[in-house]
Nanobody
Framework: QVRLEESGGGLVQAGGSLRLSCAASGRSLSNYAMAWFRQAPGKEREFVAS????????SYLDSVRGRFTISRDDAKNTMYLQMGSLKSEDTAVYYC??????????????WGQGTQVTVSS
């Protein structure tokens, strides 16, 4: 099964930028649809962005559309989240998720451990 490790989080001032990475090991990232989620203190984990297996389809949470860009480099077995114009409400632990489908169409989901993003106002 795939293992995921996020990196790139940190402390940034409002209006700044960060690029998160999600490195996969154990299996090729090309087998998976990928997504970013985040969880702020006291809140439920929420969807941020997703990208299809071949990278042709992306989707975003309304509040990040136009500020965040999801991408993938299967040759490097890595997915990215470029975050710009950061706001204090973007403060959260960011998680990457990989999803594969078996022959019957049943999904399997794999999560990383998360990386903290803190935006100071």
């Amino acid at each position: 099964q795939v293992r995921l490790e996020e990196s790139g989080g940190g402390l940034v001032q409002a209006g700044g930028s960060l690029r998160l990475s999600c490195a996969a090991s154990g299996r090729s990232l090309s087998n998976y649809a990928m997504a970013w989620f985040r969880q702020a203190p006291g809140k439920e984990r929420e969807f941020v962005a997703s990208i299809s297996r071949i990278g042709t389809a992306t989707s975003y949470l309304d509040s990040v559309r136009g500020r965040f860009t999801i991408s993938r480099d299967d040759a490097k077995n890595t997915m990215y989240l470029q975050m710009g114009s950061l706001k204090s409400e973007d403060t959260a632990v960011y998680y990457c998720k990989a999803t594969s489908m078996d022959s019957s169409g049943a999904p399997s989901h794999y999560w990383g451990q998360g990386t903290q993003v803190t935006v100071s106002s």
